[in-house]
């Protein structure tokens, strides 16, 4: 089992940019799948960006370019790099580990941390 807390949301302008953090203790993030979602309100929880445990990436179309996910293995942490802001990327982004191979959609996921709120004004 393992458990995740995530940091770094904020208020910023467009344009602007931010880095999530995600901090799992319990056990190793490199065992899971690592996956950024969003939610905002009145919408259903979407897939941002994921790293698998053989190390590849994904990203959501909306945020290529933009965002950035990585991860430190020695300080078992998750960063999300989020550039350009744009007032549409403004959710509660939500950090999840999981073992399954689909990777983009939430259901397959089964830890998930409590969420850090992003706000991007226009």
């Known amino acids: 089992q393992v458990q995740l807390v995530e940091s770094g949301g904020g208020l910023v302008q467009h344009g602007g940019s931010l880095r999530l953090s995600c901090a799992a203790s319990?056990?190793?993030?490199?065992?899971?799948?690592m996956g950024w979602f969003r939610q905002a309100p009145g919408k259903e929880r979407e897939f941002v960006a994921a790293?698998?445990?053989?190390?590849?990436?994904s990203y959501a179309d909306s945020v290529k370019g933009r965002f950035t996910i990585s991860s430190d293995n020695a300080k078992n942490t998750v960063y999300l790099q989020m550039n350009s802001l744009k007032p549409e990327d403004t959710a509660v982004y939500y950090c999840?580990?999981?073992?399954?191979?689909?990777?983009?959609?939430?259901?397959?996921?089964?830890?998930w941390g409590q969420g850090t709120q992003v706000t991007v004004s226009s």
């Open positions: 790293v698998r445990r053989s190390r590849t990436i």
């Open positions: 999840a580990a999981g073992v399954a191979f689909a990777i983009v959609s939430a259901t397959q996921y089964d830890y």
């Open positions: 319990g056990r190793t993030i490199s065992t899971y799948n």
